[in-house]
């Protein structure tokens, strides 16, 4: 889960345990396992100036960028992530809500979400949305009843026919 965050985070096996527990229930937000996660690293290492804090503030956003990556997809991770993403700019928040959880997204808030992430990231970042956003636009002037995800499962479908060609 946190491996890569062996060298940073002291003692991260009982962090990661802390972790687990926080992410099986749904009452902890995704905030909060970051305190936690900066929380747990104030108190195992000895930070002198304000360098170090903000060295273990930006060691706890990337190591629950990390763990978006391994969220179970359903509707607590959803919400977890989309209050998160209140808070900070976690590309790794936006890219799972688009293409992990938008069975949980109405096509305009799945617009809206690829067009604010665009916004903050830019264009090269967000490359890869911008297939998703035309299929929503062109479902949202169609005025199809159609659900975002059949229609992505047919993009895919056929992108994947014409890699094989």
Not at 74 to 88: G, P
Request: proline share 2%; net charge positive; with cysteine.
């Amino acid at each position: 889960m946190l491996k890569l965050f062996n060298g940073e985070i002291p003692e991260i096996d009982k962090l990661v345990v802390l972790i687990q527990k926080k992410i099986n229930s749904p009452r902890y937000t995704l905030e909060d396992i970051k305190d936690m996660i900066y929380d747990h690293i104030s108190k195992h290492k000895d930070l002198h100036d304000q360098t170090d804090y903000d060295k273990a503030e930006c060691t706890a956003f990337n190591a629950v960028n990390n763990l978006i990556n391994d969220l179970e997809v359903n509707l607590t991770n959803y919400k977890r992530i989309k209050d998160y993403l209140s808070s900070c700019h976690s590309f790794n928040g936006f890219n799972r809500l688009i293409f992990d959880f938008q069975m949980f997204l109405t096509k305009r808030e799945l617009l809206h979400l690829i067009d604010h992430g665009t916004i903050i990231f830019g264009t090269d970042k967000t490359r890869d949305w911008k297939p998703i956003k035309e299929i929503v636009l062109t479902l949202l002037k169609q005025d199809k009843a159609e659900k975002f995800t059949d229609a992505y499962q047919r993009y895919k479908s056929t992108q994947k026919k014409k890699s094989e060609k």
